[in-house]
């Protein structure tokens, strides 16, 4: 009959309790022992590399071999020396890689033994990831499990469509990533599926609306088409599914107090416009603009009523040394991340709105025979100059280091899913904690360039629309009118 375990006191860190391993020092509890297997690099006493580190020796960490360790730290599998990274759940002693593989094989089983063919890739996939420890701990929540199993059982259909259905919403847009990204599913545009989704969650709930049928067709017959076309033409931008949802919810807004009124959009007055746009923010304003000018090119309200034009920001602008200081503080100041340094420097610098920063890929940083740096923004490249090239180019180096799920994409900006950019949100939330004003220092950078530049070069290479450049370069007071763009005849 076994003997219960008795309690000891560790070796390494004096507390009694049950021990988790014997070495020849002494017991280790848990503790003490993870943190002991933790610990990997050369063996200062026989210079192996690539060891583990479980012994001491006068303070410095030594490899099982030169400690006297017996208890063999090995992947059953493939034999790998591995720490405390293997599961403890399911089969012990596994290394990460293995693990991951073990864990994927049972959640993807068919129901006959295998893995189901379609989501071989994924599990490949799964297998390869650079970072088995989150991986597994992102396979381990219940609801990744729950969904994994009903898509390799066949209970729910491997489509976007049956995704975008599945009860428990969480699960799915990081594995969604995944697939696409494995090719198991095809590609689309997440901003565009992201709103069609939402759409089709929010017309659900406004059943029993008394305007219903007017909302679903500005939503469904153009607002997403309009999405659908700009998505065909390129990405959209990471903003583009909030800002739709936006525009929808002034719309639902605008109705809703119209019918507060008693009045039918067919009946509204240019008193009705008015008193709606005095009545309400400007955020609000701008937003409802887009369904009333559609409104009234399809005979839903009167088509003779004026629909105010929401101005364009001014706004305040920060002077040319506080953007100057801001400059020399990102590309110096290494205690902010590298991502925040770089996204600040390419707003300061180049007058880029942070949706376009987070599209840029690694391709669109090129380097010539000279060593000058020179960033694809337009038309021609725009040149970097050398200390912010050299942040760049870090950043392209690094980029994938704190997100390892995200290893094979080109973004120069990845974010934390496969295949896809950094967020926006999270990312304009670490600039403005850092001390970037968003809005006023793009603006900012954009008029000192209309100033140094003319206009239609500066629209060309950062890729604005001539309108905004000459609108900026008037607020500056620029003489830019005189430039003539092209050869002319004398």
């Not at 580190?53 to 099982?64: F, M, S, W, Y």
């Not at 990831?129 to 209970?155: C, F, N, V, Y």
């Not at 002077?319 to 200081?325: I, P």
């Not at 038309?379 to 090239?389: C, I, L, Q, T």
Request: hydrophobic fraction near 40%; glycine fraction near 8%.
């Amino acid at each position: 009959m076994t003997q219960p375990a008795k309690k000891r006191t560790c070796a390494r860190c004096g507390r009694h309790g049950y021990p988790a391993a014997s070495f020849p020092e002494g017991h280790l509890c848990w503790r003490c022992l993870t943190a002991a297997l933790a610990a990997a690099g050369t063996c200062p006493g026989c210079g192996t590399a690539g060891r583990l580190l479980p012994g001491l020796r006068d303070g410095a960490r030594i490899c099982r071999d030169c400690a006297g360790i017996t208890r063999e730290f090995c992947c059953l599998q493939c034999g790998t020396e591995i720490g405390m990274t293997g599961r403890r759940r399911g089969p012990t002693r596994l290394c990460g890689p293995c693990s991951v593989t073990w864990t994927a094989a049972r959640l993807l089983d068919d129901g006959t033994g295998a893995i189901a063919a379609p989501l071989k890739p994924l599990a490949e996939a799964l297998a390869a990831t650079p970072s088995p420890a989150a991986t597994l701990e992102w396979l381990d929540q219940p609801h990744i499990r729950d969904l994994l199993i009903a898509l390799a059982a066949g209970k729910l259909a491997l489509t976007h469509q049956a995704l975008d259905a599945w009860p428990r919403p969480r699960a799915v847009p990081y594995l969604r990533d995944l697939l696409v990204s494995c090719g198991v599913l095809p590609a689309v545009d997440k901003q565009l599926r992201e709103f069609g989704a939402w759409l089709d969650r929010r017309l659900e709930a406004l059943a029993g609306h008394p305007h219903l049928r007017l909302l679903r067709q500005f939503g469904l017959w153009h607002q997403l088409p309009a999405m659908r076309a700009r998505a065909a033409a390129g990405p959209l931008r990471t903003t583009a599914a909030q800002y739709a949802c936006s525009r929808f919810i002034q719309a639902e807004n605008f109705l809703t107090w119209t019918d507060d009124l008693g009045v039918r959009p067919s009946a509204l007055t240019q008193a009705h416009i008015d008193a709606y746009y005095a009545g309400h923010a400007s955020h609000q304003r701008e937003g409802v603009r887009a369904f009333l000018v559609w409104a009234a090119g399809h005979g839903h309200i009167p088509g003779h009523l004026d629909i105010p034009r929401q101005q364009p920001y001014t706004g305040q602008v920060i002077t040319q040394q506080r953007r100057l200081d801001l400059l020399r503080r990102f590309a110096t100041d290494e205690a902010i991340p590298i991502r925040t340094r770089a996204a600040a420097c390419l707003m300061l610098l180049y007058a880029q709105p942070l949706s376009r920063i987070l599209r840029l890929s690694a391709a669109d940083l090129a380097r010539d025979d000279d060593g000058q740096t020179w960033l694809q923004l337009g038309d021609p490249p725009s040149p970097v100059p050398a200390p912010f090239g050299a942040l760049l180019h870090q950043l392209a180096a690094t980029r994938h280091d704190h997100v390892p799920a995200n290893h094979g994409s080109d973004w120069l900006f990845p974010g934390r899913h496969a295949g896809q950019p950094a967020a926006y949100r999270p990312m304009a939330a670490q600039l403005c904690e850092h001390g970037l004003p968003l809005r006023t220092a793009r603006i900012s950078a954009l008029r000192q360039l209309v100033l140094q530049v003319p206009a239609p070069v500066i629209a060309g290479a950062l890729g604005f629309h001539h309108t905004t450049t000459t609108r900026q370069h008037v607020k500056a007071a620029g003489p830019w009118s005189q430039y003539a763009g092209g050869d002319r005849e004398p």
